[in-house]
Structures are given as structure tokens and as C-alpha cells.
């Protein structure tokens, strides 16, 4: 059974940075993207910044030059480096995988940009 754990969210002062992992277990065939979404309360879950396994990436135009997308292919695994932080990034913040044959996500992690 797959999982995707997500880790590295938290509280942090506007201007500031985190960064977000999220390591899939178990196996999955095919991977075409991995990326993350985030849903603020009231807000519909929105797409964050996706890679394609070949390495190009789509980010919101929202994040574009402050947060980076990465992925390490041997390991499964998905970062998003969050720089320059905003209050309006507060948001659950959730990791996606999709495959050939399947959609997965992770559980979430809170992100909560205040001072």
C-alpha cells in the first residue's frame, strides 16, 4: 500500500522560509508528476508547483520566484522550498503523485505564515 508521508511545515514570520518533503513508501508504477496543492480555509485546493519525472516543472503564478519544486527519483521523494513567505500562503499544504494508473496524496501539512 502506498503513503505519502509529508513533513516540514509549520509557523513562520512573513519573509521567511520552509521547506516542505514528502517521501512516498511502498511502490508505484509509472510516476508522471509529483507536486504540491494547498487549500486555505474556504478556498478551493489549488495546484502549488508540479515536476514531470523528465524534470520540468509549472508553478501558480503566485509562487513563481519564491518557492522551488525538486524531486529525488531514486528515493521517491518531493521538496518544496518555500522562500520569501506571505500570510496569503497560509494553507494546508498537500503532496501529489500521479501515476499511470493512479492518483495519490498525502495527509497535509499545515503551513502558517504570521507574525
Known amino acids: 500500500q502506498v503513503q505519502l508521508v509529508e513533513s516540514g511545515g509549520g509557523l513562520v514570520q512573513p519573509g521567511g522560509s520552509l521547506k516542505l518533503s514528502c517521501a512516498a513508501s511502498?511502490?508505484?508504477?509509472?510516476?508522471?508528476?509529483m507536486g504540491w496543492y494547498r487549500q486555505a480555509p474556504g478556498k478551493e485546493r489549488e495546484l502549488v508547483a508540479v515536476?514531470?519525472?523528465?524534470?520540468?516543472?509549472k508553478y501558480a503564478d503566485s509562487v513563481k520566484g519564491r518557492f522551488t519544486i525538486s524531486r529525488d527519483n531514486s528515493k521517491n521523494t518531493v521538496y518544496l522550498q518555500m522562500n520569501s513567505l506571505k500570510p496569503e500562503d497560509t494553507a494546508v499544504y498537500y503532496c501529489?503523485?500521479?501515476?499511470?494508473?493512479?492518483?495519490?496524496w498525502g495527509q497535509g501539512t499545515q503551513v502558517t505564515v504570521s507574525s
Open positions: 501529489n503523485i500521479l501515476s499511470l494508473l493512479q492518483t495519490y
Open positions: 511502498g511502490s508505484i508504477f509509472s510516476i508522471n508528476t
Open positions: 515536476m514531470s519525472t523528465g524534470g520540468s516543472t
